[in-house]
């Protein structure tokens, strides 16, 4: 299936989201709907859609997989419960590290670790349950874009990759974003009511900070890099930058702490400079500002005795490491 961009210049927002309401109304007939809101603003903005479109026949899933940032869940929760969106959290932590245990190649990680847990065994079960027929979701243009022309598998891309998603799981997909890329779905979050703190959000990958683990995904390397990516979200956040992580190597290095040797482990801190992720390029952090961070990573997060900064662009880099 080709899908056509909508380019930003070309966006009329109130058209825009007047129509993606009448074909969510059209597409979910007198059916329950389901929609997987993860916090950016990419799901944020279809959540926003389809509660319009649909009320109280749209059932909102946070599903909390263990690989989100700190406190990400309640601090989603509270701010949709204050647009009048209830938003559900379900605990899949277990599926999500038992599927992603033994795998170390980037993009068996991203199928077999995320999208088949989250498309078969998590939504196929939830979709079930509540008799739904659709699923909706913020894929967007960008996402199709690097999937199609296989450069990375998208977690979220099925129909363009040929996967018949009612055979293969159970129900439909709506992606009422898909022709958008990011900079237009923020303009279109903004119209819709999305508080600037959803609508101006760096983006954050579907599969979380699975992305951001260097070879196997455990809970101990995930709450290392979570840990990480507090201090490198607080410390750049007023760059301006497009987006900025942490990720945490596989390979450990030799350090020294308190007077002994410390086999430790390796941070690398990427803050990008991009308008749409296509290409990126590393943000010219103040070298103060990049000292603070590294003396605040080996001091909070356990055991790191390294932390570098990324200064290739994309391409040949990419945003994110897996
Ligand atoms: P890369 O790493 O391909 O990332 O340069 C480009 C942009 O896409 C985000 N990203 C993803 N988003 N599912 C998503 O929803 C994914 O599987 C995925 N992989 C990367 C990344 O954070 C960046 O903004």
């Known amino acids: 299936m080709k899908v056509a961009e909508t380019q930003l210049q070309d966006l009329d927002t109130d058209v825009f989201i007047k129509d993606q309401v009448k074909n969510i109304r059209e597409a979910v007939g007198d059916d329950l709907a389901v929609n997987a809101l993860s916090g950016g603003v990419d799901s944020a903005v279809v959540t926003l859609l389809a509660h319009r479109a649909l009320g109280d026949r749209l059932k909102t899933y946070f599903i909390e997989n263990g690989l989100m940032r700190e406190a990400e869940a309640?601090?989603?929760?509270?701010?949709?419960?204050?647009?009048?969106?209830?938003?559900?959290?379900?605990?899949?932590?277990?599926?999500?590290?038992?599927?992603?245990?033994g795998i170390t190649d980037p993009e068996e990680k991203r199928d077999k670790g995320i999208t088949e847990v989250f498309y078969k065994d998590v939504f196929g079960k939830l979709v079930a349950e509540c008799k739904a027929k659709v699923l909706l979701q913020g894929t967007n243009y960008t996402d199709v874009e690097e999937t199609v022309a296989g450069i990375k598998r998208q977690h979220n891309i099925l129909a363009q990759l040929g996967i018949d998603t009612e055979q293969a799981y159970g129900y439909k997909v709506l992606e009422p974003i898909i022709s958008l890329r990011k900079?237009?779905?923020?303009v279109v979050g903004e119209a819709l009511g999305l508080?600037?703190?959803?609508?101006a959000r760096p983006p954050f990958p579907g599969p979380a900070l699975a992305t951001r683990v260097i070879g196997e995904v455990t809970p101990e390397k995930v709450a290392l890099v979570r840990a990480a990516t507090t201090v490198v979200e607080a410390e750049l956040c007023d760059l301006g930058a497009f987006q900025y992580l942490a990720i945490l190597h596989e390979d450990k290095v030799t350090g020294l702490r308190d007077g002994k040797r410390d086999f430790g482990h390796q941070i690398e801190v990427r803050c990008w400079d991009s308008t749409d992720a296509v290409t990126a390029t590393p943000t010219d952090v103040p070298f103060e500002l990049l000292r603070r961070t590294a003396d605040r990573i080996v001091a909070e997060v356990p055991g790191v005795v390294s932390v570098t900064y990324n200064i290739a662009s994309k391409p040949p880099s990419c945003i994110e490491a897996v």
């Open 74 to 101: 309640e601090r989603i929760v509270a701010i949709f419960a204050e647009l009048g969106v209830p938003v559900e959290v379900i605990d899949a932590r277990e599926q999500f590290f038992g599927a992603l245990k």
């Open 183 to 186: 900079p237009a779905v923020r």
């Open 195 to 199: 508080p600037e703190e959803i609508f």
